[in-house]
């Protein structure tokens, strides 16, 4: 492919972010971690004459966690730091456990959470536990900010509600009860250095009489955004765990899967493994939600 | 004569530093004066008539400045197996047809790449659609149009084998199976993209710079299609980034690099990206083997019948040399009474397959190893047990076709199943875990000549100097194996001066002495070893005298080269440095330089091959059988390479050989759909990673082949062939699952559980 030439601006407020995302409307994108981005630019699956780099802006890469309000993750947060936070390894190890697995150490280095939600690839690996704990994303753009829950963010394969002249400015992420337990697993053809063929995640409380709670389960690589897995979270909801039950909810799992056949796995046996990644995801929430650990 | 010093020292790789530092240089990274950048322009349909060429428009383009079609090429077709010129099917560009996704149909010369790629798309082709053929079942079918019409029925050429009496053989044998095996196409993935880059010389003289293993035979096919004599043409391999036998023919980039560079008085450079590799690059020879085998009740083989369709792709390439050794090692290892081979290389309208590491016996392997284990499994004996009992031993000949001067195979057998506890693992079986052993034998390069050439299979001259040092000049190859390395310690070790004190040019086709085939079929280390070994001992010849004259020794004296001195080895106070030993060999020769030539051509070595390595590898795996992911725990070798030159290089090509017997395996597979090759990136095509490689252990069997340069043998490409099996007997054990058709991949092993419909 030929070199694309593009001009690249580097704001140092988010003000400043947005009104050269105004001022260039016709032809702009935003660069957080670029990983995706400049390769798409470079294979000619997108042009733009801008790129307007958030990697110059005050503040953008926190990664912050409080008692009361739980996590943000800022726009510019890497891969790499998010997975190696100790609040986010205390908190919320399914989250820090994608992020130590997903694409390469190179791309971790660069690329960003944010970007990785944004940029809504089905296979996107930290959508799935973000989903699990309840994640939403602030939008923001000239005239306010607002917050979206992350299930309602995505909209197709490379959609979301961003309106173009929105930026993804921070991901939040809610305190997880006590007693809790998570988990995300993925399966690639190669064990590292692969994108996901498919991938589960999952979130559950015990409540004081050991009934499960808050139960959350989502799926990647298998629909055309990450799901989540309504009819599984209802059949769990408020029981005693139980090995048949839990095997049942990772059979529901695969019902709110809608999976395709492609290079990387065939539909048939995604839907499998979908059942088999839930139910190793269920044990593993549950033990480690009985052993009190995080 | 060893030198325990050099002979057997794991010196690390003489170009390490430069390469490790980014200093060593590339084709790519060479820029001329005025250069102009290639493109080409490639079929997008597999099989179709070329109607009209229009390049009007891409010529009118601002900066382009060439632009040719095959229409404007001398049109000489070319192929290495010049001894058979029926089997050169290729032209520099398509004329009147197209055969596959990806052929080459005109090219483009610009100011900057972005023009040439530009002009490419604004060539117009008009295509007259022909049926296409993606399997060698439907292109051998009846009434199928014809890839090319020298074919009979899309068959290319076939290769027969047969001795002993193959009927009798299965009418003794108390146990017969027949079995299909399917193995498929993968990719080199050499880690440098190839490319080249021709410079008009005096004369109407062209020079091209690529990356390449056959800078001879690249030389020779680039003059005929060119219509140049042979020595107009100097091809110069710089640091090749590894080929795999992927780059060991004359390319079409080459002729279109070298063709454009006369005609625009310019340098034109081609450089391919990964993509352009992928899709449409040379690749290993996907097969359908069916093969029949027959035993005594105790395990002894008693006939063998061994039936192969090579899937060749739109053209020839190596493919006959392929068949032909496939052919081969469906019966290597052990003693076979009765044998028949019948191998057809067949034409498909997919990218032609080509030589690749292991030429044929991958494949081969793959369906023997596997039948071997299954008949131990059906006949109560253990793998190795049955191994033992058939394997072949030093002396043994293969009728018509070689004799086997060394051969450390039962003891590799013997080590391997003791280091890797085989006896105990193979016993006392956990769930979900499986050990399995694969086996292999290789040649230590090729006898054939099928590229005909005049002279020597390998060459060296070697001159020295009086302040101490060496001049090695060879057309040997070094793509990244280390044979720059490897020559200069042999060459050291025969002088006995140490390896920093030789300089070393290579494959220069102006420059260092006519011929060498190349670097494939692992042939480098005894072909060009011998002739390096011949011209030292030349050396030796000149120098020895002047140790005699000079001390008045006895002539029952030995003269020996050590430590950089050259003295009476009972007297070793009678000599002088080396150095000083030339200085005065020089005076008495009243300055006409110290300098000889040395060669090596195997005669009287059978159809095959002067040496054959041997070697057995188990591999213990652990598979989790609701995903049916395989893990690879570890992997234990015992291989009989000779005597290693370099401990080290041979380490290396061991790790090597199993990461790609590994993506083999379990991991690697071009996604074709109606022609086209889907995964072209390395995020889909996907080969191992480092953090898939499995820790490996491993011996070399201590033998001394008498054909090869102090002993040695091959160690670069054998070793590649028995992991598959090995992994896929592992499989076995841990699960009760027997896979036949490669790659291993999760949806397989599930499927073969009865866990998932297909």
């Known amino acids: 492919m030929a070199t694309p030439h593009f001009t690249v601006h580097q704001p140092a407020t988010l003000e400043e972010a947005l009104d050269l995302l105004g001022r260039h409307r016709a032809s702009v994108k935003l660069l957080a971690g670029g990983t995706d981005l400049i390769m798409k630019l470079r294979g000619g699956a997108m042009s733009a004459d801008h790129l307007v780099s958030l990697n110059r802006v005050g503040g953008l890469n926190r990664i912050n966690y409080q008692d009361e309000d739980g996590l943000v993750l800022g726009a510019g947060a890497r891969i790499s730091d998010v997975a190696a936070h100790p609040d986010v390894r205390k908190h919320y190890p399914a989250l820090a456990h994608a992020c130590s697995v997903m694409a390469t150490t190179q791309i971790r280095n660069m690329g960003t959470v944010a970007g990785n939600l944004a940029n809504a690839a089905p296979s996107a690996d930290t959508a799935a536990p973000l989903l699990a704990y309840r994640g939403s994303v602030v939008l923001v753009e000239r005239g306010g900010r607002r917050q979206v829950k992350l299930e309602e963010f995505f909209k197709g394969p490379g959609l979301t509600v961003l309106e173009p002249m929105e930026i993804l400015e921070a991901i939040r992420v809610p305190v997880p009860p006590g007693r809790a337990g998570s988990s995300y697993l993925r399966l690639s053809a190669r064990s590292q250095v692969d994108i996901a063929a498919v991938g589960v995640a999952g979130f559950l409380a015990l409540d004081l009489d050991g009934c499960m709670m808050g139960v959350r389960l989502a799926c990647a690589s298998v629909a055309p955004t990450p799901v989540r897995c309504p009819e599984a979270e209802a059949m769990l909801e408020g029981q005693r765990p139980d090995p048949r039950l839990l095997a049942r909810a990772a059979v529901a799992c695969v019902r709110a899967a809608r999976p395709i056949d492609d290079l990387r796995a065939t539909a048939n046996y995604r839907r499998a493994m979908v059942q088999v990644l839930a139910g190793r995801v269920l044990q593993k929430c549950l033990s480690m939600a009985q052993g009190g650990a995080q | ?758």
């Open chain 2, 1 to 758: 004569m060893k030198n325990p010093a050099i002979i057997g020292a794991s010196i690390p790789r003489l170009d390490a530093r430069q390469k490790v530092t980014g200093q060593a240089l590339y084709t790519d990274d060479l820029t001329l004066p005025g250069m102009l950048f290639g493109a080409i322009l490639r079929s997008p349909v597999p099989h179709a008539r070329i109607k009209r060429i229009d390049v009007s428009k891409a010529k009118a383009l601002a900066g382009v400045k060439d632009v040719v079609t095959g229409a404007d090429t001398p049109q000489v077709k070319f192929g290495n197996w010049r001894l058979v010129p029926d089997s050169q099917d290729e032209l520099p560009l398509a004329v009147d047809k197209v055969r596959f996704i990806g052929d080459e149909v005109a090219a483009v010369a610009a100011l900057d790449k972005e023009t040439a790629l530009r002009a490419c798309s604004l060539i117009e082709v008009e295509y007259e659609e022909l049926p296409g053929y993606f399997s060698v079942e439907d292109s051998t079918q009846e009434g199928a149009a014809l890839i090319h019409a020298e074919s009979e029925g899309n068959v290319s050429l076939a290769r027969k084998i047969k001795y002993g009496d193959l009927e009798a053989g299965f009418a003794q044998a108390d146990y017969v199976r027949e079995d299909t095996f399917r193995v498929h196409a993968v990719s080199h993935a050499y880690l440098e993209p190839c490319s080249s880059l021709a410079a008009p010389d005096e004369g109407g003289r062209v020079t091209l710079w690529t990356s390449t293993q056959v800078p001879y035979i690249v030389q020779c096919l680039l003059a005929s299609t060119l219509g140049l004599p042979e020595n107009h043409v100097r091809v110069i391999k710089l640091n090749t980034g590894g080929g795999f036998g992927g780059k060991m023919e004359l390319r079409k980039w080459e002729f279109c690099a070298a063709f454009m560079a006369v005609r625009t008085g310019r340098p034109v450079k081609f450089t391919l990206r990964r993509a352009d590799e992928l899709a449409s690059g040379r690749r290993r020879h996907g097969m359908p083997i069916r093969s029949k085998v027959g035993f005594s009740k105790d395990g002894l083989l008693m006939a063998k019948d061994f039936d192969v369709l090579l899937d060749g792709g739109a053209y020839n390439s190596m493919g006959p040399t392929a068949t032909f050794l496939c052919g081969n090692f469906g019966a290597m290892l052990y003693r076979y009474p009765a044998y028949r081979y019948l191998g057809r290389h067949v034409y498909t309208n997919k990218p032609p397959a080509g030589a690749m590491r292991g030429f044929g016996a991958p494949q081969a392997l793959f369906a023997a190893e596997t039948q071997m284990n299954m008949a131990a499994h059906d006949l109560g004996i253990d793998p190795i047990d049955l191994r033992l009992l058939n394997a072949m031993e030093t002396g043994d000949e293969i009728p018509e076709v070689a004799t086997i001067s060394s051969c450390g195979f039962k003891e590799s057998l013997v080590k391997v199943r003791q280091m890797s506890g085989w006896d105990v693992k193979r016993q006392e079986k956990k769930p979900g875990h499986g050990i399995g052993v694969g086996c292999y034998s290789f040649i230590s390069g090729g006898v054939f000549n099928w590229f005909n050439t005049k002279y020597n299979f390998a060459s060296a001259e070697v001159r020295v100097f009086e302040d101490g040092t060496a001049h090695l000049l060879t057309m040997a190859t070094d793509i990244g194996q280390g044979s720059d390395t490897v020559l200069r310690q042999i060459l050291a070790a025969e002088l006995g001066i140490g390896v920093d004190k030789i300089r070393l040019t290579a494959s220069d086709t102006a420059v260092t002495p006519k011929a060498d085939l190349g670097t494939w079929g692992s042939r480098v280390t005894l072909m060009a070893g011998n002739a390096v070994v011949q011209a030292a001992k030349k050396i030796k010849e000149m120098l020895i005298p002047v140790v005699f004259g000079h001390f008045d020794l006895n002539q029952i004296h030995d003269i020996a080269f050590e430590n950089d001195r050259v003295f009476s080895k009972a007297r070793p106070d009678k000599g002088f440095s080396f150095g000083e030993c030339v200085y005065k060999a020089l005076k008495g020769r009243r300055g006409e330089p110290l300098t000889a030539f040395g060669a090596y051509t195997p005669r009287n070595k059978g159809l095959v091959s002067p040496a054959f390595s041997f070697g057995a590898q188990v591999a213990e795996v652990e598979v989790d059988e609701q995903t049916g992911l395989i893990q690879v725990h570890k992997m234990y070798t015992a291989h009989d390479c000779g005597v290693p030159i370099n401990k080290m290089a041979v380490e290396g090509q061991l790790e090597g050989s199993i990461h790609m017997g590994l993506g083999y395996a379990l991991m690697e597979d071009f996604v074709m759909k109606d022609g086209r090759t889907l995964n072209t990136t390395f995020l889909d095509y996907k080969i191992a990673t480092a953090q898939d490689m499995p820790p490996s252990q491993s011996v070399e069997i201590d033998t001394y082949e008498p054909e090869g340069p102090f002993g040695a043998k091959e160690a670069g490409e054998g070793l590649v062939s028995p992991t598959a099996p090995a992994i896929a007997e592992g499989v076995f054990h841990a699960t009760g699952y027997r896979c036949l058709d490669l790659p291993i991949t999760p949806p397989k092993v599930l499927q073969g559980l009865g866990r998932l419909k297909g």
